[in-house]
């Protein structure tokens, strides 16, 4: 048996299973989802998602952030009413383990756009209230140092359709953690 393959599938079996928890800040089916763009001060948020949980435990929510300005923000806190916390994490990869590290912020230059995805930078909620299924959406309330705090809607998708290969609702071509140009 190979021991690299061993180590990695539970590695990318607990990342989608720890990436799946959540839970329902569950806005009525028929209560759209905010998918599109929301503005605060000089930056963007758009492509947002949750992925849908396999238990009431933590979920994890991935956006993007785009920084107009001529300054930089920082995204420094988030909450949500379906959650007890919302953490600010990154995913590391240590050899060929991974394990999430809390931070305390997240810098988005100007001109640039900070992506949060899978295997990078994420929002973690834990302690949650209720069980989310797909087609529900999350509230969340943003904070950045300059702009303030914003609340967004983000939809709650599958997770079979991220360990199938079907894109996530975001756009392609960003590096998880990484800037680029706006």
Sequence with gaps: MNP????????FAGVVV????????????DAAPSTGVV??????IFDG??????????????????????????LIGAASPI??????????????????RGIDRIVIAPGTTVTLVPGGYHLMMTDLRTLL????????DLSFRRAGTVEVRLPVVPPLE?????????SAGRHPSRASPA
């Excluded at 720890?18 to 089916?29: K, L």
């Excluded at 998602?49 to 009431?56: C, D, S």
């Design 49 to 74: 998602y949750v992925i849908e949980p396999a238990l009431n435990e933590m979920a994890a929510a991935y956006l993007s952030i785009r920084n107009f300005g001529s300054v930089p923000d920082t």
């Design 18 to 29: 720890a990436a799946a928890f959540g839970c329902r800040d569950a806005q009525p089916d």
């Design 4 to 11: 690299a393959r061993t180590v990695s599938w539970p590695l």
């Design 133 to 140: 299924a797909a087609g529900d959406s999350v509230t969340l």
């Design 39 to 44: 503005q605060v001060g000089d930056l963007e």
């Design 83 to 100: 959650a007890g916390r919302v953490l600010l994490h990154t995913q590391l990869i240590d050899g060929p383990l991974g394990h999430m």
């Design 162 to 170: 991220l360990v199938r290969g079907a894109p996530p609702p975001v």
